[in-house]
């Protein structure tokens, strides 16, 4: 089992900066794919980024591409993401996830990871 504890969210003003973490622990710790989706009231989660175990590819969506930063850190097991210049539709409830087999390449199919963490809020206000 691996449990992930995702920290770092709050209330920002349009066009600030938030960095959200996201501590692995367990058998796999953070040795595999990881991803940050996003979940918005009446809305279906979505794929925000993922990177590799290596940390050498990572995958943006194209409504945060140019504005987020994915990186993680495997010697602290954590995962992190710059969110920069943020807007009120970035507004929701973001969640780390875990790859249990893949480790070179990132999906970004919420049905393809296999471990979650619990959420942690972020409120872009205009």
């Known amino acids: 089992q691996v449990q992930l504890v995702e920290s770092g969210g709050g209330l920002v003003q349009a066009g600030g900066s938030l960095r959200l973490s996201c501590a692995a622990s367990?058998?796999?710790?953070?040795?595999?794919?990881m991803g940050w989706f996003r979940q918005a009231p009446g809305k279906e989660r979505e794929f925000v980024a993922g990177?590799?175990?290596?940390?050498?590819?990572?995958y943006y969506a194209d409504s945060v591409n140019g504005r987020f930063t994915i990186s993680r850190d495997n010697a602290k097991n954590t995962v992190y993401l710059q969110m920069n210049g943020l807007k009120p539709e970035d507004t929701a409830v973001y969640y780390c996830?875990?790859?249990?087999?893949?480790?070179?390449?990132?999906?970004?199919?919420?049905?393809?990871?296999?471990?979650w963490g619990q959420g942690t809020q972020v409120t872009v206000s205009s």
């Open positions: 990177i590799n175990r290596s940390g050498g590819t990572t």
């Open positions: 996830a875990a790859d249990r087999q893949r480790y070179l390449t990132v999906s970004s199919y919420s049905s393809e990871y296999d471990y």
């Open positions: 367990g058998r796999t710790s953070s040795s595999n794919t």
